[in-house]
């Protein structure tokens, strides 16, 4: 039972490892898109007016918002996992 459940948690750390690349990823493109942000001027940008900068802005709040909620749901999965784990480890053995 005890290599049933090391295998388990040794697939789950496989799968939290995936995502944290995924997220990883993720994190590269909100950086960039925040820096580009950053470099912007305060007044009078040259733009293609101001519904193109509105609709860039919105496309970077998309993305750092996508971000933090892979970050949430990454975290929820691993606390959902992590409990199943413990349960099992404490079941009895019925083998």
Do not use: C, W
Not at 29 to 37: C, L, N
Not at 61 to 81: C, F, G, H, I
């Amino acid at each position: 039972m005890e290599e049933r459940v090391t295998k388990i948690i040794s697939q789950i750390a496989a799968s939290h490892s995936q995502m944290g690349r995924i997220l990883e990823t993720h994190r590269h493109v909100s950086k960039q898109m925040a820096a580009i942000t950053g470099d912007l001027p305060d007044s009078h940008p040259g733009f293609a007016g101001l519904g193109m900068l509105q609709k860039r802005a919105l496309q970077l709040t998309k993305n750092v918002t996508a971000y933090l909620n892979s970050l949430a749901e990454l975290e929820e999965a691993m606390a959902m996992q992590t409990e199943l784990v413990i349960k099992e480890l404490h079941v009895p053995d019925e083998e």
